[in-house]
């Protein structure tokens, strides 16, 4: 059974920065692009930023370009995502995912691949002006 978990969401003022985390058991962790999605109420969830199966490629979307660093460590079978000089705009729930590696590093930039991922439980990020 996958099993996904986030961590290190929180409320934040505007600017400041948080590390989102997530762990996985019941897959193998390298068979799997992982990525982070985020959704806000009412709204479908969207990429924010993918990686390949080793972390070699990355993408992010436009909103993350430059703001945020995706990497994942396959030894501890866990995902970080750095976010940096947080916006109002950027509150959201925030989701692990994971899809096959077959899907590449910018999955993420697909709705119908996002819509297929497994996913976590996500972990609330709230930013404050």
């Known amino acids: 059974q996958v099993q996904i978990s986030e961590s290190g969401g929180g409320l934040v003022q505007a600017g400041e920065s948080l590390t989102l985390s997530c762990t996985t058991s019941g897959l193998t962790f390298e068979d799997f692009a992982m990525g982070w999605l985020r959704q806000i109420p009412g709204k479908a969830p969207e990429g924010v930023s993918c990686?390949?199966?080793?972390?070699?490629?990355?993408y992010y979307t436009d909103a993350a370009k430059g703001r945020f660093t995706i990497s994942r460590d396959n030894a501890k079978n866990t995902l970080h995502l750095r976010m940096t000089n947080l916006e109002p705009g950027d509150t959201a729930m925030y989701y692990c995912?994971?899809?096959?590696?077959?899907?590449?590093?910018?999955?993420?930039?697909?709705?119908?691949?996002?819509?297929?991922?497994?996913r976590g439980r996500g972990t609330q990020v709230t930013v404050s002006t």
């Open positions: 990686t390949n199966w080793n972390g070699g490629r990355a």
């Open positions: 995912a994971a899809v096959r590696r077959s899907h590449g590093h910018a999955w993420c930039s697909n709705g119908a691949v996002i819509s297929s991922a497994y």
